[in-house]
């Protein structure tokens, strides 16, 4: 019988494994969490290369969501200085990730999945730039898919990570409810950014396991602070 964490066993389980070791959702405080079987939506890439993506939300992201932003620790705060630090983690996460692994394994892709290690990334800049560019009122596009190596698909990373920058500081607790145009939908702007960062930590768990199939450690395990004097688990 296979192992649920073998390395034959299929990329949702894979995603699991990864996820229990720490290396999904850290970003938003998240550790053990089911991340490939729960889909927040489904994005029709076909139709993105034209401008019009469809959105099929789950009832799951109401309740994830919510459960997400009571476990941040952040209470106290306000709900836009929430959003703006789960931003700022996934944001630093994926930077990393593009970062550490080789130009030539930029290709590498499970046998079975739809993308290589590349074309995650390339997704991530892609969608991050037409959500952050639907709560700005503005059209952006990267055009990340069309790029192939790994200086490239960082550059793009980073054009889309200072493009979103701009949409999450112009959020405030004032604003945060204000109706903009979404994927031929209506949503709030707190509601549009949010749903960036649970998509970015939802491709980063597959990125986290594409990293590990290389013997590569992901950055949210690599670079998690030491506690009580205890050595870090790789």
Same mark, same amino acid.
């Given at each position: 019988?296979?192992?649920?964490?073998?390395?034959?066993?299929?990329?949702?389980?894979?995603?699991?494994?990864?996820?229990?070791?720490?290396?999904?959702?850290?970003?938003? +405080?998240?550790?053990?969490? /089911? $991340? !490939?079987? %729960?889909?927040?939506?489904?994005?029709?890439?076909?139709?993105?290369?034209? =401008? &019009?993506?469809?959105?099929?939300?789950?009832?799951?992201?109401?309740?994830?969501?919510?459960?997400?932003?009571?476990?941040?620790?952040?209470?106290?705060?306000?709900?836009?200085?929430?959003?703006?630090?789960?931003?700022?983690?996934?944001?630093?996460?994926?930077?990393?990730?593009?970062?550490?692994?080789?130009?030539?394994?930029?290709?590498?892709?499970?046998?079975?999945?739809? +993308?290589?290690?590349?074309? /995650? $990334? !390339?997704? %991530?800049?892609?969608?991050?730039?037409?959500?952050?560019?639907?709560?700005? =009122? &503005?059209?952006?596009?990267?055009?990340?898919?069309?790029?192939?190596?790994?200086?490239?698909?960082?550059?793009?990373?980073?054009?889309?990570?200072?493009?979103?920058?701009?949409?999450?500081?112009?959020?405030?607790?004032?604003?945060?409810?204000?109706?903009?145009?979404?994927?031929?939908?209506?949503?709030?702007?707190?509601?549009?950014?949010?749903?960036?960062?649970?998509?970015?930590?939802?491709?980063?768990?597959? $990125? !986290?396991?594409?990293?590990?199939?290389?013997?590569?450690?992901?950055?949210?395990?690599?670079?998690?602070?030491?506690?009580?004097?205890?050595?870090?688990?790789?």
């Amino acid at each position: 019988m296979e192992r649920p964490c073998s390395a034959n066993s299929d990329i949702a389980r894979r995603q699991w494994c990864s996820s229990a070791k720490g290396d999904a959702f850290t970003g938003l +405080r998240f550790r053990r969490v /089911l $991340i !490939a079987p %729960v889909r927040f939506a489904k994005i029709n890439e076909a139709a993105f290369g034209q =401008g &019009e993506i469809r959105i099929q939300m789950k009832t799951a992201t109401i309740f994830i969501v919510t459960t997400m932003l009571g476990a941040t620790g952040l209470s106290a705060q306000s709900i836009s200085a929430e959003v703006k630090a789960q931003w700022t983690d996934i944001k630093e996460n994926l930077t990393k990730a593009a970062d550490r692994i080789s130009d030539a394994d930029y290709a590498f892709k499970p046998e079975g999945e739809p +993308r290589s290690y590349g074309d /995650l $990334i !390339a997704h %991530v800049a892609d969608v991050q730039a037409a959500i952050c560019g639907a709560a700005k =009122g &503005e059209q952006k596009r990267i055009g990340a898919g069309q790029k192939k190596t790994k200086a490239e698909l960082i550059a793009a990373l980073k054009e889309s990570n200072d493009f979103c920058d701009s949409a999450y500081a112009a959020l405030t607790d004032a604003n945060a409810n204000d109706m903009v145009a979404m994927f031929g939908g209506m949503r709030t702007r707190v509601g549009a950014l949010e749903f960036n960062v649970v998509h970015d930590n939802e491709v980063y768990g597959s $990125i !986290a396991v594409y990293m590990r199939m290389k013997n590569v450690v992901p950055p949210t395990t690599a670079d998690r602070p030491q506690m009580d004097g205890k050595k870090k688990k790789q």
